[in-house]
C-alpha cells in the first residue's frame, strides 16, 4: 500500500518551458515534504523541501507547491535544462526531525529536450 | 551537509553468497538508514541503525538475512546474506541532518547471478 504515490513514470518537455512533477499521498501524519533528484549510478539528493505550514516554497529555478487538504504536492522547474534530465523522487515524513526515515515514491524519470 | 562514502559502488555477485556493503560519514550521526530500491519500484527502507543498539528493521525484513553493524556515529554496515536473484537491487545509506532532509550515499548496485 503506497503511501506516496507518483503516478507519471515519465515525462518529457522542451528546454525552457515548465516541468511540473505531481506527487499525491495517504497518510495525513505526514507533516513534511522533500524532493529529490537522481542521476544513473548516484544516490538521490536533496532538492526542495515544504513543510506542512506553508503552501509554497521556492528556490531559484524550483518551486514545490503543497495543496494540504487534497493531498497533493507538485514540483515545478522553470526553465528547464537538459540537466534536469533526472529521476525525481517525491518523499514525506511525519515529522521535520532528521531522524526519521523517509516514505519516498517510485520516482517520474523527466527528460528535457534540448 | 553530511558526506557520505558507500562501497562498492557495484558488484556481482554468485547465488549463496554475502556482500558486505560500508557506509562512511564525514561527521557524527546519530540515526543511519538503509534503503533497497529494487527495479521501477520507490526507495523502501529496510532499517534504522543507531549506534550503540540493536538495528530496527521493517516489515519484510529481517536480520538474519540483513544483519547491520553500527560500531560508532560515523559508520555503518549491511550485509546481504545467503543471496538469491531477488536481492539484485540497488543499497542505499541514508542519514538524517536534524534538519529534516536527509543525505545519502552513492548506492550499491547489486547484481545476483
Known amino acids: 500500500d503506497q503511501q506516496v504515490k507518483q503516478n507519471s513514470p515519465s515525462l518529457s518537455v522542451q528546454e525552457g518551458r515548465i516541468s511540473i512533477l505531481n506527487c499525491d499521498y495517504t497518510?495525513?501524519?505526514?507533516?513534511?515534504f522533500l524532493w529529490y533528484k537522481k542521476y544513473p549510478a548516484e544516490g538521490p539528493t536533496f532538492l526542495i523541501s515544504?513543510?506542512?505550514?506553508?503552501d509554497k516554497n521556492e528556490d531559484g529555478r524550483f518551486t514545490v507547491f503543497l495543496n494540504k487538504s487534497a493531498k497533493h504536492l507538485s514540483l515545478h522547474i522553470v526553465p528547464s535544462q537538459p540537466g534536469d534530465s533526472a529521476v525525481y523522487f517525491c518523499?514525506?515524513?511525519?515529522?521535520?526531525?532528521?531522524?526519521?526515515?523517509?516514505?519516498f515514491g517510485k520516482g517520474t524519470r523527466l527528460s528535457v529536450i534540448a | 551537509s553530511a558526506v557520505i562514502s558507500q562501497k562498492p559502488s557495484r558488484d556481482i555477485c554468485q547465488r549463496g553468497t554475502s556482500l558486505t556493503i560500508q557506509c562512511q560519514v564525514d561527521?557524527?550521526?546519530?540515526?543511519m538508514f538503509w534503503y533497497r530500491q529494487q527495479p521501477g519500484q520507490s526507495l523502501t527502507l529496510i532499517a534504522t541503525?543507531?549506534?550503540?543498539?540493536?538495528?530496527?528493521?521493517e516489515s519484510g525484513f529481517v536480520i538474519d538475512k540483513f544483519p547491520i553493524s553500527r560500531p560508532n556515529l560515523t559508520f555503518s554496515t549491511l550485509t546481504v546474506s545467503n543471496m538469491s536473484p531477488e536481492d539484485s537491487s540497488i543499497y542505499l545509506c541514508?542519514?538524517?541532518?536534524?534538519?529534516?532532509?536527509?543525505?545519502f550515499g552513492q548506492g550499491t548496485r547489486l547484481t545476483v547471478v
Open positions: 541503525a543507531n549506534q550503540g543498539s540493536e538495528a530496527t528493521y
Open positions: 515544504i513543510s506542512s505550514i506553508k
Open positions: 518523499a514525506a515524513s511525519p515529522w521535520n526531525s532528521g531522524n526519521t526515515p523517509l516514505v
Open positions: 497518510n495525513s501524519m505526514f507533516d513534511y
Open positions: 561527521s557524527q550521526v546519530t540515526m
Open positions: 541514508s542519514v538524517g541532518t536534524g534538519f529534516g532532509e536527509a543525505f
